[in-house]
C-alpha cells in the first residue's frame, strides 16, 4: 500500500491518494479530496494497469487521459501524483519524496541557481 499527500497549490485544494496492487497487473486508488474536478474524475478512474501505464507515452496513460477529461488546471499534481504512486507500487521508482518549491519568483537566474546549490 502507498498513501500520497497532495496539497495542489494556489487552488487550496488537497487530496489523499491511497493506493493498493489489487494483483500483479493492477492498481486500485482511493481519492479523497476538496477539489470537484478530481472528486469527478475519480468517479471513472480506481484502477489501473501497471503495465500499460508504465509503458506509454505520459499523454497516452490513463490517468493523464483521464484527467484531460476532467481537470481544467493544466499545472494540476494530482495525475503526477497517481503516477508516482504506479511507480512505487510496481516496484519500479524508489520510495522518495518528489517535491516541488518555488524558491524565489521574481531574482535573476543566477541568484536563483546559487539558492537551489547551496540547498542540494
Not at 487552488?11 to 486508488?29: L, M, P, R, Y
Not at 468517479?43 to 494497469?49: L, S
Not at 494540476?76 to 504506479?86: F, G, Q, R
Amino acid at each position: 500500500m502507498a498513501v500520497c499527500w497532495v496539497k495542489a497549490g494556489w487552488c487550496g485544494h488537497e487530496a489523499v491518494i491511497e493506493a493498493n496492487k489489487k494483483d500483479s497487473n493492477t492498481i486500485v486508488f482511493s481519492l479523497e479530496t476538496s477539489c470537484p474536478y478530481t472528486t469527478e474524475m475519480h468517479k471513472h478512474f480506481k484502477e489501473i494497469n501497471i503495465a500499460e501505464e508504465l509503458t506509454s507515452r505520459i499523454t497516452e496513460t490513463q490517468t493523464y487521459k483521464r484527467a484531460s477529461q476532467f481537470i481544467p488546471c493544466v499545472g494540476c499534481p494530482i495525475p503526477s501524483t497517481i503516477l508516482k504512486t504506479v511507480e512505487v507500487l510496481s516496484g519500479s521508482y524508489h520510495q522518495e519524496d518528489t517535491v516541488i518549491k518555488f524558491l524565489n519568483f521574481n531574482s535573476q537566474p543566477s541568484e536563483t541557481v546559487s539558492k537551489v546549490k547551496a540547498i542540494t
